[in-house]
T-cell receptor
């Protein structure tokens, strides 16, 4: 079984300050991990992915995430927030079962960016 | 441009009616998925298909049906048996091998009147 916990349902930062969105996972297998972003009434866009290569993963729009197996964490960070970063962010764990890939989504973190 | 299209963007249904949501992809992906999104609950898998003419139930398949007659198309029917169908529905596709990242369509918001 696998699960994902996004530790904050809502995060508010000022423009230009760092962003930290926290994610912990559990999995019986070696997982792939993803962060997706969703703007209001839109589909999900992939920010970055971890697939057992480098533990520090760089994504689009200046985001990055570090896979820490000992802590079972995959936190998303960005050095300086921009107003356009305001959206909902989903941490996702994927496990290949031999016949299909099963994705489990976290419940999301809404990022608010203020002036 | 390659991608996934969903139609309509907004859909209104009267209680007791079946409605069909369209999903088309031109990414040449073998696998396609339907998710339901409710506020504060993330995404939940309804159905998925890995090959034409075959599909499997996800976590919340009751009250829904799908077909996969073509590789490019994976329509979802919300039947009158679905007791609480008002939600945002997202279609996705992926390759079967590799990192298995899923690519999402823009979604359909269904409202039952």
């Amino acid at each position: 079984a696998q699960s994902v916990t996004q530790l904050d349902s809502h995060v508010s930062v000022s423009e230009g300050t760092p962003v930290l969105l926290r994610c912990n996972y559990s999995s019986s297998y070696s997982p792939s991990l993803f962060w997706y972003v969703q703007h209001p009434n839109k589909g999900l866009q992939l920010l970055l992915k971890y697939t057992s290569a480098a533990t520090l993963v760089k994504g689009i729009n200046g985001f990055e995430a570090e896979f820490k197996k000992s802590e079972t964490s995959f936190h998303l960070t960005k050095p300086s927030a921009h107003m356009s970063d305001a959206a909902e962010y989903f941490c996702v764990v994927s496990v290949y079962t031999g016949t299909a890939s099963k994705l489990t989504f976290g419940t999301g973190t809404r990022l608010q960016v203020t002036l | 441009d390659g991608g996934i299209t969903q139609s309509p963007k907004y859909l209104f249904r009267k209680e007791g009616q079946n409605v069909t949501l369209s999903c088309e992809q031109n990414l040449n992906h073998d696998a396609m998925y339907w998710y339901r999104q409710d506020p504060g609950q993330g995404l939940r898998l309804i159905y998925y298909s890995q090959i034409v003419n075959d599909f499997q139930k996800g976590d919340i398949a009751e009250g829904y049906s799908v077909s996969r007659e073509k590789k490019e198309s994976f329509p979802l029917t919300v039947t009158s048996a679905q007791k609480n169908p008002t939600a945002f529905y997202l279609c996705a596709s992926s390759r079967l091998s590799g990192s298995n990242e899923q690519f999402f369509g823009p979604g359909t918001r269904l409202t039952v009147l």
